[in-house]
């Protein structure tokens, strides 16, 4: 076999260069610095074992488990598994331990994990593996871990803070499993909501996207000089959330100004909070992909950014510019085109180290390129502290992992991060008057409210709707109707029956959404891969509404899904609905405190929320022009609900906005401040958004964009002023010529509930030149 000629080969030139780069090991020196070390190690190594650095595998348990249930032809062309016959787990094995794998992803256990870093350990240079894994939301891919909120729950509680304590304690659980780097923060800007992971966004604005991203990597990160951070991962790079027609991987066409202006920030914000890694995106970016794309990778991200980490591939996507985009005519060529636009390290493939290597003998790519990838690398591994703790303690893994502490930061950010949409003087639920009360809907009682990249829980870590409502109003009669799981098989029956029970309850609840587990792939609904044609409920779910509403009995709605879902009948017809997203691990029980009181809801959407797929592209900051026509014969053009919505159990009131200047010169500041009095019954927390227009300018403008915001805690009656400084930064836009420049003339401030009109006070100044 190839593969067989492949090993021997290399195993003869590690071993040829066994006694090569004598004197003192400066690498295994830990008092070394770090650049120093990595120059004596680069300069002991082989190419062949520079270009393993360069590659990344998959586990062996994911071979093992792939290979036991495809076929051989699936295992030849599903690019979701990528094994070929021939090639075993044994190959892997053979590979780490003669140096030959940088990286591991989709190691799901401490134990594999150890077990593949001692086999790196018996290789000539003993470079220890670097463990990668998508940790989204928490470290949830692996199980029993703390499974935090998704970041679309974490960008609707515009907490910052609160993503930055994530991160850090994510990496804790991480390293406690000999995990050193998560793909993680997706800072894509989700303007698509047929795109399957929005969920895993921090939604549409630029602006709250960069300020969450930024919060993680720092997060995550600190500054990797200790046995308790792990690499960030920014991703992906870009274009990715919106494709031409809202699956994943399509061709985005997307002019520079609006990647300059929508989707290139949070990258340069996560670049600027000090991020080492960044993933490109799968698909081409106005006719190239952007795993080849120098302008991307090399002249932007390196030449204008000054990004100093390494960029990895996402999966099998350097093997698609030859079989999906046809820029490359074999994989030689495509690994040729990656490495020279800037690629440094592939994400798994069996041809690499084969290739690679050829180009470089054959002189193609120069070895001071490849030095170039590895150096950055071993950079990371070094002041991970990999060389001197390449192994994890399992006996003290899950002291760390589940902590009390991390389990109560979990039910915080699910409490922050649900959305009351509607509420017509429904909730909170008085128990006293609602005793009986029937449960129904496909996410009542399932543990989806994990959300994408979770592992199946144990039931002892996940609290469902069902089990939260009960923990909470232990007297209530709860009446549940099971639906399934399964959105798209439905039973008929069952819906009949609760359409029977809604009428003798005194109020229904009624849990819909979408599914989202991994362990269940092909049956989602939501997330990776998992794209739709339209953003209606699936199955069954409009119909179980219905019938259970026409039992005349008040009934909530309670979303649990990741993208943006068109409930209009629903929002029409029902008095409450809870937009819960994927509030984790313990969303049940926050729901459950939020239907019923023990906690005042405060989040507010980071994504606009549709009426239909037809309305797209539905945005708030959108061009002055995009709805100048409206619809014929349909809907409104307006969404179902606005960017920034989010209602409270308590009421606010905006009032004496003020203005710090009229006028301000290009480089001047100006600050805006407001006071908001809590006047209602309750104490609350408001979040208060600070949008601005450019009211006439050289191009086109949004009609409004955010650029602040502010978490203001009020108690019952109480009133703060909060002022919010408006720097040159976020009046610059690009100009006719593509420079960034503060234009003169007249800008709106505009403060308030949301980015509705009617939600807003006003305020304008000048800017003057100079």
Known sequence: ???????????????????????????????????????????????????????????????????AVMTAEELKTNTANAFYPGFTYQDVEKWTEQGLIGSFLHVLTIEEVNYLQRLALKSRLQIPILFGIDAIHGNANAPDNTVYPTNINLACSFDTLMARRIARQTAE??????????????????????????????????????????QQVKGYQRHLDSGEDVLACIKHFVGGSEPINGTNGAPADLSERTLREVFFPPFEAGVKAGAMSLMTAHNELNGVPCHSNEWLMTQVLRGEWKFPGFVVSDWMDIEHLHDLHA?????????????????????????????????????????????????????????????????????????????????????????????????????PLDPSKYRRVMVTGINADDENILGDWS??????????????????????????????????????????????????????????????????????????????????????????????????????LVLVNGRPLGVQWAAEHLPAI????????????????????????????????????????????????????????????????????????????YSDLKLSAKEIAPDGTVEASVKITNTGSRDGVEIAQLYIRDVYSQVTRPVKELKDFARVPLKAGESKTVTFRITPDKLAFYDLQMKKIVEPGEFVVMIGASSEDGKLMKKSFLVISE
């Open 327 to 427: 820029t490359a005519e074999n994989l030689k060529e495509a690994y040729y085109q990656s490495i020279m636009a800037g690629m440094d390290m592939h994400m798994h493939g069996i041809h690499w180290q084969e290739l690679v290597t050829e180009l470089v003998r054959e002189g193609r790519i120069p070895e001071s390129r490849i030095d170039a990838s590895v150096r950055r690398i071993l950079d990371i591994k070094f002041r991970l502290g990999l060389f001197e703790h390449p192994l994890a303690d399992e006996a003290q893994s899950m002291k760390i992992r589940l902590s009390a502490d991390h389990r109560a930061t979990a039910l915080e950010a699910a409490r922050d991060g649900i959305v009351l949409l509607k509420n017509d003087s429904l909730l």
């Open 1 to 67: 076999m190839r593969y067989r000629q492949i090993l021997m080969a290399m195993t003869v030139t590690t071993g040829l260069a066994a006694c090569a780069g004598g004197g003192k090991e400066v690498y295994k020196d830990a008092t070394a610095p770090v650049s120093e070390r990595v120059e004596d190690l680069l300069g002991r190594m082989t190419l062949e074992e520079k270009v393993g650095q360069m590659n990344q595998f998959v586990g062996i348990e994911h071979i093992k488990a792939n290979s």
């Open 578 to 653: 809870v937009e819960a997203w994927a509030p984790g691990m313990y969303g049940g029980q926050a729901v459950a405190e939020i239907l019923y009181g023990k906690v005042n809801p405060s989040a507010k959407l980071a994504v606009t929320i549709p009426r239909s797929v037809g309305q797209l592209q539905m945005i708030y900051n959108h061009k002055p022009s995009q709805y100048f026509h409206p619809y014929a014969a349909g809907q409104p053009s307006t969404p179902l609900y606005a960017f920034g919505h989010g209602l409270s159990y308590t009421t606010f009131e």
């Open 455 to 556: 592992a199946q829980e144990k039931p002892e870590n996940v609290t469902t709707i069902l089990e939260g409502l009960r923990q909470v109003a232990p007297d209530t009669q709860f009446d549940f109707v099971d639906q399934g799981w399964d959105p798209r098989n439905m039973d008929p029956q069952r819906v009949a029956e609760a359409a029977t029970h809604a009428r003798q309850a005194d109020l229904n609840i009624v849990v819909a959404g979408e599914y989202m587990m991994r362990y269940r792939w092909a049956d989602r609904t939501d997330g990776e891969d998992t794209d739709r044609s339209d953003i209606n409920l699936v199955g069954l779910q409009n119909e179980l509404i219905e019938r259970v509403a026409a039992s005349g009995k008040p009934t909530v």
């Open 173 to 214: 659980e991480m390293r406690a499993m000999n995990m050193h780097w998560t793909f993680n923060p997706n800072v894509e800007v989700a303007r698509d909501p047929r795109w399957g992971r929005v969920g895993e966004t921090f939604g549409e604005d630029p602006y709250l996207v960069s300020l969450m991203g930024a």
